[in-house]
């Protein structure tokens, strides 16, 4: 079975930034695309952004484009997502999950079949 460790989280004043990173275990990277979430308290959890297994294409939700930037190194078992002027708005927990093929989805509307335990990221002044 796959494993998900998300790291990298913390408080952070607002225009500040923040990576964090996601180590895999296996060969979870040659076959899942890679998504990151985030859910704020009393909120759904939400996609932020995906990069697909080859690396070759990546997804963002519109709240974050222009803003994090989401890479990964196969061979650290490692996904990245680099956030950049953060906003009070982007806190939350902010999980890695496996998506169930190669590629992303467009909306992030696939159930991911494996997740990490979640980082708490609070952007606050």
């Known amino acids: 079975q796959s494993r998900l460790e998300e790291s990298g989280g913390g408080l952070v004043q607002p225009g500040g930034s923040l990576r964090l990173s996601c180590v895999t275990s296996?060969?979870?990277?040659?076959?899942?695309?890679i998504s990151w979430f985030r859910q704020a308290p009393g909120k759904e959890r939400e996609g932020v952004a995906c990069?697909?297994?080859?690396?070759?294409?990546?997804n963002y939700a519109d709240s974050v484009k222009g803003r994090f930037t989401i890479s990964k190194d196969n061979d650290k078992n490692t996904v990245y997502l680099l956030m950049n002027s953060l906003k009070p708005e982007d806190t939350g927990v902010y999980y890695c999950?496996?998506?169930?093929?190669?590629?992303?989805?467009?909306?992030?509307?696939?159930?991911?079949?494996?997740w990490g335990q979640g980082t708490q990221v609070t952007v606050s002044s």
């Open positions: 999950a496996m998506e169930p093929g190669y590629v992303c989805s467009l909306a992030f509307d696939r159930s991911p079949v494996g």
């Open positions: 296996g060969s979870t990277l040659d076959y899942y695309a």
């Open positions: 990069i697909s297994s080859s690396g070759g294409s990546t």
